[in-house]
């Protein structure tokens, strides 16, 4: 059995864990800034599923991946994809 690397925060664990706090935050509190209802609130939700999946895949990456520097790289690219894409729409 091969020695996977030990699991240590990298750039899409902690982009996630983030995501996933924020998208709580405004889908269980009354804040004026989000002023979400309706269908805004299935987006959030939709949201907070993304967050899941990008910790699914920090787990893949970690697990199969030895090299830490190696993973942050391909996960930096995946955040900055992301980033770049909303930011351009």
């Keep these: 059995m091969s020695k996977s690397m030990k699991y240590r925060p990298t750039v899409?664990?902690?982009?996630?864990v983030i995501l996933i706090i924020w998208i709580?935050?405004?889908f269980w509190t009354d804040n004026p800034a989000a002023d979400v209802e309706g269908w805004g609130k299935l987006a959030l939700l939709?949201?907070?599923?993304?967050?899941i999946l990008g910790l699914l895949i920090d787990l893949g990456l970690q697990s199969f991946l030895k090299n830490y520097k190696l993973v942050n790289a391909i996960e930096?690219?995946?955040?900055?994809?992301?980033?770049?894409?909303t930011w351009l729409n």
Aim: charged share 5%; proline share 0%.
């Design 76 to 85: 930096f690219f995946i955040v900055g994809s992301l980033l770049i894409y």
């Design 24 to 26: 709580n935050y405004d």
């Design 46 to 51: 939709t949201f907070t599923g993304a967050g």
């Design 12 to 16: 899409l664990n902690i982009f996630s």
